[in-house]
């Protein structure tokens, strides 16, 4: 019955144009059904997790052996944690879609409870504090934040469509389509802020942004929204003595061979020799001790290094179809929210795997951002397997003309 009720808020197409739309599309004329997972999404999530582990076990057994004593310590928890995402990723693939819209407010709150916990009982590693270490696991609230958020904001724009694009009522549509959005976005962003996690703002404030984008609002004031964000990091990065270094360090890593720029030079090193082909797997040299945890945020480095163009070429790939099955997902859900949701969900993974990428290869400063389903770090693992099932549970509904 819920879902019935639903589809008087469906949108078969984007909702970039909502007067348009009410005036082309009659609810009436459908209906929803639910069916099985997109096969295409499931399958290239388990071909993406597999590789990952591959490249995991590849890229850490030289500096477990070193570090531990054991060359399997990494792939060894690694594998735990896939397996553990994977049965909460089918468990999220069976939810209805009203589990999500009631859980949207209760994980956001949740969300901002744990970025207030970790200011005061966080752990600090790698000189920052934003983990909360509870003795059996260990984890970044910043991560549970991306994807409260989404479900958070898809919700919103759910339940308050009609006043947020009624552009006849500048007042309404400017306080609900834009100024309490922005006050989800950066109570979040604020919180993140003060753990001096630049990467996760601005994660976090691009998430948001694309799916106010996606919601329709219009775009002259997206425009001016994302150059204030844009203007703000900036300011934020040239303030800031950390983030003032980590520039310093982009512009000119040679500068720094051994404090700061290491890390940089010889993934640059990795990377370009690899060549075409690779030089086989497991046959990286810049994993001995070289790049500094190779299976962490560098470990694309060693996947061009050990399978070259090719290996590089197969990531791009795969996550361009999980990204690309994710927008048909979103085309094709029945309702605002899920739109949103599966919109928001694609997006992120594209942005992770864009930003990571443009890190390693010094496009940008380095911003300690994972490459999703490759990078090892268990409960990031979890939360992105999470965030696909919940992909998966949208891709059982459509909309079919009666």
């Known amino acids: 019955m819920e879902m019935n009720k639903s589809i008087r808020n469906a949108a078969p197409v984007p909702a970039t144009n909502v007067e348009k739309q009410k005036e082309h599309f009659d609810p009436d004329d459908y209906r929803v059904v639910r069916g099985g997972v997109d096969n295409f999404l499931l399958f290239t999530i388990l071909i993406l997790v597999a590789y990952g582990l591959i490249m995991v076990f590849s890229a850490s057994y030289a500096d477990a052996e070193s570090r531990y004593g054991d060359s399997y310590y990494f792939i060894k928890r690694q594998s735990v944690m896939v397996v553990i995402g994977l049965i909460f990723m089918v468990i999220a693939s069976r939810f209805p879609l009203r589990f999500y819209k009631m859980a949207a407010i209760p994980a956001y709150c949740v969300s901002a409870l744990l970025l207030v916990a970790v200011l005061v009982i966080g752990d600090t590693g790698g000189g920052a504090q ?47 389509g834009t100024i309490y959005p922005l006050c989800l976005i950066g109570f979040i962003c604020v919180l993140v802020l003060l753990e001096k996690h ?7 404030g691009c998430i948001g942004l694309m799916i106010m984008f996606a919601s329709g609002i219009k775009l002259k004031l997206l425009g001016l929204m994302g150059s204030a964000a844009a203007v703000f990091v900036a300011a934020f990065a040239l303030l800031t003595d950390y983030t003032k270094r980590r520039i310093d360090i982009w512009l000119n890593p040679a500068a720094h061979p051994l404090d700061g720029g290491w890390q940089t030079l010889q993934g640059m090193r990795a990377i370009g020799s690899g060549g075409f ?61 899920a739109q949103l949701v599966a919109i928001g969900i694609s997006s992120k993974i594209a942005l992770q795997v864009i930003l990571n990428i443009a890190v390693v290869t010094n496009s940008i400063p380095n911003t300690g951002i994972a490459l999703p389903l490759f990078s090892y770090g268990g409960t990031a693992m979890v939360v992105q397997l999470v965030e696909l099932g919940t992909l998966l549970a949208i891709s059982r509904y459509t909309l079919e003309k009666k």
């Open 130 to 176: 934003r983990w909360i270490d509870l003795g059996f696991i260990r984890f970044q609230p910043s991560e549970i934040a991306k994807y409260s958020l989404i479900l958070m904001l898809a919700w919103y724009y759910s339940k308050y469509c009609d006043k947020a694009f009624d552009f006849k009522n500048k007042r309404n549509s400017n306080l609900y």
């Open 198 to 204: 630049l990467s996760g703002i601005i994660i976090i």
């Open 277 to 337: 082909f690779g030089l086989g797997l497991g046959n990286s040299r810049q994993k001995y001790s070289y790049v500094s945890e190779p299976q962490n945020d560098f470990i694309f480095t060693i996947i061009c290094e050990e399978l070259g163009f090719i290996g590089a070429l197969a990531v791009f790939a795969l996550f361009g179809i999980l990204v690309w099955r994710g927008y048909v997902i979103a085309m094709r859900s029945p309702d605002r929210f």
